[in-house]
């Protein structure tokens, strides 16, 4: 089922919701986990157990699944502001969240091609490649990932720092049970917020920015209240997140001032930077 949901975002007709282990089968706990994983980075995420033969819940299989699940959970919830961000983008502009390749890079040949028809860009600075076949598992679920292919630039593998150079197929890549090949573009900008188990445990006092420095690059991140329709009304704020590598190999991060407003808008905040 899962090139079928990436094909759907290929052929322009973007599949925004998205079903753990599918809307039959059950009783696999590495599918189900491998899914988990991948599909924290759509915008929607369905449990659907009504035609499966077992619960398809983030616990149901317990240990390390279960573990491995809450990870990927907290991790989408963290990046609230990033996808929120990315939404208001796809309302002003039509650009999904959700992109092919070639959307994101139309003057690449290769994106054009089958080469990249499993994998997908989140927004503009993250690249996801799903595990969605085994080529080399063991009984645990541990596997490798071939045929990623990384556009023009420098690629940080997300979770161990490590940088690629684009313009080039990446085989035998180490994904691990617990690990989604999740590559971010050098110089993106990613805003956060606090670990969460729903957005009112949010702490709007505090803004957070993950930043890989490259060259000069920039982000707007957009808010509004979450809650009412006021934002059809332009209740909304943005704010643009700049950041600058210069000759020293020093580096200058630039918050301009939010423009806009809304009702609840926290105007002066504790602001973390993560570089």
């Known amino acids: 089922h899962i090139p079928s949901y990436i094909g759907a975002g290929l052929s322009g007709i973007p599949y925004v919701g998205s079903d753990m282990d599918g809307i039959y089968g059950g009783d696999a706990p590495i599918i189900q986990t491998r899914d988990y994983q991948w599909k924290a980075f759509t915008p929607v995420m369905i449990d659907m157990d009504g035609w499966g033969s077992t619960v398809k ?7 390390i699944y279960a573990s491995i699940n809450r990870m990927y ?3 989408k919830a963290q990046m609230l502001p990033y996808n929120y961000s990315n ?12 992109r092919a390749m070639l959307l994101e890079y139309p003057e690449d040949p290769n994106t054009y091609t089958t080469m990249t028809q499993y994998q997908y860009m989140w927004g503009e600075n993250l690249l996801i490649a799903p595990i969605y076949q ?8 541990n596997d490798i990932r071939n045929g990623i292919y990384l556009p023009e630039g420098v690629w940080i593998d997300y979770f161990t720092g490590e940088k690629y150079d684009g313009n080039r197929i990446l085989n035998n890549f180490a994904a691990p049970l617990w690990k989604l090949p999740v590559f971010v573009k050098n110089g993106a900008i990613i805003p956060l917020t606090n670990p969460n188990n729903n957005v009112n445990e949010i702490d709007k006092g505090i803004r ?14 957009y808010d ?3 809650v009412s329709e006021e934002y059809k009304r332009g209740k ?12 020293k190999n020093d580096v200058t991060v630039t918050i301009h001032p939010a423009k806009g407003d809304f009702t609840g808008f926290v105007k002066e905040k504790v602001t973390e930077f993560r570089i």
């Open 236 to 247: 909304g704020v943005t704010t643009n997140i700049e950041s600058e590598v210069g000759s």
């Open 134 to 141: 085994d080529t080399a598992s063991d009984d645990q679920g």
């Open 73 to 75: 959970l907290k991790l």
């Open 87 to 98: 939404t208001y983008e796809a309302n002003q502009t039509g650009m999904p969240l959700i």
């Open 224 to 226: 509004d209240d979450g």
């Open 208 to 221: 957070i920015y993950e930043l890989y420095p490259y060259g000069k690059s920039s982000f707007t991140e």
């Open 57 to 63: 819940n983030p616990a149901a299989n317990g240990g």
